[in-house]
C-alpha cells in the first residue's frame, strides 16, 4: 500500500508527497499501514474481546480505547509507536472504504461476524442491476446448487465491476472465478440489496437462479 503522510501546513493526511506547496511528513510506510489495517479489520469485525474493546451493538467502539489496548494488551513491543493520528489515517484513506469514525468512535463499515451480533441500518439500493461476487472452482459446484451464502459473516458481499470480484477471489486460490448476478432476481426473491459502500453492496442470501453467468477471467 501507499505511504500516508501529513501536511505541515494545514495538516491533512495524505498520499502525496507534496500539499500546499511543501513536502509533507512521513507517519506511516506502507507495510505498517497495511498491518495496521489488516489488524484493524480484524478486530472491528471478528474479534474485539482481543484486547477487551467494549464493542456497541452498532458496531462502534472508542477510538482512544483502540488505540491504548492495541498498545497495551495486542503486542506492546510492535505496536508501541501507535496514536490516534495513525489510526484516523488509516480510516480516512482506506481504498476500500472498510472504517468509519464518528465523535471519536470508529467501526467497521461491513464484514462483521455473525457473533458480534452488529446491526448497521444500511440504505437500500434499489436502482443497481449487475452485481459480481469473486469465488473458487472448486466451491462453484456447491454454490451453484445451493446459492451464496454469508457463512460465518452477516452478509453476502457484492461488489459492482468484475475486477474487484476477481481481487477478492484470488485471495482464496489461483482457481479464481466470477459470478455474475442479477440484483432485480436477487428483489423478486425477497432479498434486499444494501448498500455499505460506494463499491460494496450486501445481501443475507443469493439463490442458485440469481447468478446469471460465470466468467472465468483466465479464458
Known amino acids: 500500500m501507499r505511504n500516508i503522510y501529513k501536511c505541515t501546513i494545514c495538516g491533512a493526511l495524505t498520499e502525496d508527497v507534496m500539499h500546499c506547496g511543501v ?15 489488516r489488524l484493524m479489520t480484524y478486530l472491528l469485525r471478528h474479534n474485539p474481546g482481543a484486547i477487551g474493546l467494549a464493542m456497541d451493538h452498532e458496531g462502534w467502539v472508542s477510538i482512544d480505547e483502540l488505540v491504548d489496548a492495541v498498545r497495551t494488551r495486542w503486542n506492546p513491543k510492535a505496536y508501541s509507536w501507535l496514536t490516534k493520528e495513525h489510526v484516523i489515517a488509516i480510516a ?4 476500500k472504504g472498510r472504517f468509519e469514525m464518528r465523535n471519536g468512535m470508529i467501526r467497521a463499515r461491513y464484514g462483521h461476524n455473525k457473533s458480534l451480533n452488529v446491526n448497521i441500518k444500511y440504505e437500500i439500493d434499489d436502482a443497481v442491476k449487475t452485481l459480481y461476487h469473486g469465488t473458487t472452482k472448486e466451491a462453484l459446484t456447491r454454490i451453484m ?6 457463512m460465518n459473516r ?3 458481499h457484492l461488489v459492482l465491476n468484475p475486477e474487484e470480484a476477481y481481487e477478492v477471489a484470488i485471495r482464496h486460490g489461483n482457481d479464481a472465478v466470477i459470478l455474475r448476478i442479477s440484483a432485480d432476481c436477487l428483489r423478486k426473491n425477497g432479498q434486499q440489496v444494501l448498500i455499505a459502500t460506494d463499491r460494496i453492496r450486501l445481501t443475507n442470501y443469493v439463490p442458485p437462479q440469481c447468478i ?3 466468467i ?4
Not at 509533507?24 to 489495517?37: A, E, F, N, P, V
Not at 480516512?92 to 481504498?95: E, F
Not at 446448487?145 to 454469508?150: C, D, F
Not at 472465468?216 to 479464458?219: L, Y
Open 212 to 214: 446469471e453467468s460465470v
Open 216 to 219: 472465468n477471467p483466465r479464458s
Open 145 to 150: 446448487r445451493e446459492g451464496i451464502k454469508p
Open 154 to 156: 452477516k452478509y453476502v
Open 23 to 37: 513536502q509533507t511528513r512521513l507517519i506511516l510506510d506502507g507495510g505498517l499501514r497495511s498491518k495496521l489495517g
Open 92 to 95: 480516512l484513506l482506506d481504498p
